[in-house]
C-alpha cells in the first residue's frame, strides 16, 4: 500500500511539475506586433484599428492570427505589485480590449521584460513574475514576448525559466517568445522554455546594412540571414528560431520587401508583421497575404530551410516540405539585374539534417512560380532568366 501511494505521489507531482505548454505553435506564429511601425505610440484606438484591419485587409484569412502590444503599454503597478495598463492610453483596461480582439476571432500578445524596467523604460516582471503571469491569464493573453532589457546579472536560461514556470502556473496557454536577442544561445536550451526565440538583434527596414543607435546596433534583412548559419537543425514545431518581426511595407522596395517576405518563409520564421495594416499599398497586402508563399513557412514538416548555393551575389536556398516536395529560392543580394542559368540536371540538394533527397536527373518535378503563380514546366529544362535587383524567384516543386 505504502508503494502505491508513493507512486501515486509521484505521479501527481509529474502531472504539476511546471513547463511550458506544448503544442501552442506546431507551426511558426503568425501575427502583427506594434513595435516596428509605431515603438512606443501605442494605444487602445490603434490596436482596435489594426485588428479591423487585420480581417478587412484579408491577414486573417490568410493565417495571422495574434495582435500583439510591444512595449509602452504599461502604467505603474498597484499596491498590491500588480501591473496596470497606461490609463490614458488604455483607458478601457486591457481586459476590454483583448476581450474586443477575441471577438474579431483574433488572438492578443503582450508585451513584458525579464528585467526591471522595458527597453522603454516602463515596468519590468523581474521579481513579479508571477503576478504579471496570472494578470495576463485573468485579461485572456494568447501570447507573450518576453525581452532582456535591464538585466544586468541575471542568468538568461533561468529568468525565461522563472517566467515560463509562472506562465504554467497561471493556469492559461500562452505562446512564450523569448527576446532575448540570441545573446546567449537561446536556440540550445529554448527548446524546453519557449515556444521561438529570437536569434538575433533587432531588424532594421533597410535590405543590406546597419543602423547604429549608440550603444546597439540593428541590422539588415541579409545581415540577419546571415548571422546565425548552422542554428536550423534546433528549430522545429512548437520550437522555432526568430529571425524577428517583419519590416514588409515599412519603406524599402516592393522587391526587397518579397525577398524579406521569401527569406522568412524559407527559414520557417514566425510571420509577424510590422507594418500599418490600416494604410498599406496593393503591393504591401499582396505580399503578406500571399497564400502559396505562406504556404511554405506553415509546412507541416516544419523544417527551416538552408542556404544550399552560392555565386557571387545570387544565392540558392532550398526547404524541404511535406510529400517529398521542396521550395527553391533564388535571391539576388545585388544591386543589379542578374542572369540565372540553372541547370536542374546538374544539381542534387541533399539536405543530411532533415534526410532529404533530391537528384533531379533520377526524378523530374513540375515547378510553380509562387509570386507570378503560374506553372513553369519541369526539370527537365534548365531554369534561364534574369533576376532583378535585391529580388528573389520562389518556386515550388513537386515529384511529377
Known sequence: MKKLIFIALLFLMAQTYAQKYEGLALKPPMGWNSWNGFHCDVDEKLIREVAEAMVVSGMKDAGYQYVVIDDCWQGERDKDGFI????????SGMKALVDYIHSKGLKFGIYSDAGWRTCGGRPGSRGYEYQDA?????????????????TEELNAKGAYLTMRDALYKAGRPIVFSLCEWGNNEPWLWGK???HLWRTTGDIAPIFDGEVGHGNWTSWGMLQIIDMREGIRIYAGPDHWNDPDMMEVG??????????????????AAPLIAGNDPRNMSQA???ILTNKEAIAVDQDELGIQGFKYLRLDDLEVWAKPLKNNELA???????????PLNFDWEKQIIEDSFSHHYYDFRQKE????????KKDLGTTKKPLNTELGAHDVILLRLSPK
Open 84 to 91: 496596470q495598463p497606461d490609463p490614458e492610453r488604455f483607458p
Open 134 to 150: 496570472l494578470t495576463y491569464a485573468r485579461w485572456g493573453v494568447d501570447y507573450l514576448k518576453y525581452d532582456w532589457c535591464n
Open 192 to 194: 524546453e522554455i519557449g
Open 250 to 267: 515599412n519603406g524599402m522596395t516592393v522587391s526587397e520587401d518579397r525577398a524579406h517576405f521569401s527569406l522568412w518563409c524559407m527559414l
Open 284 to 286: 504591401t497586402r499582396e
Open 328 to 338: 527553391v529560392c533564388f535571391l539576388n543580394r545585388s544591386i543589379a539585374i542578374r
Open 365 to 372: 518535378y513540375k515547378i510553380r512560380d509562387l509570386w507570378f
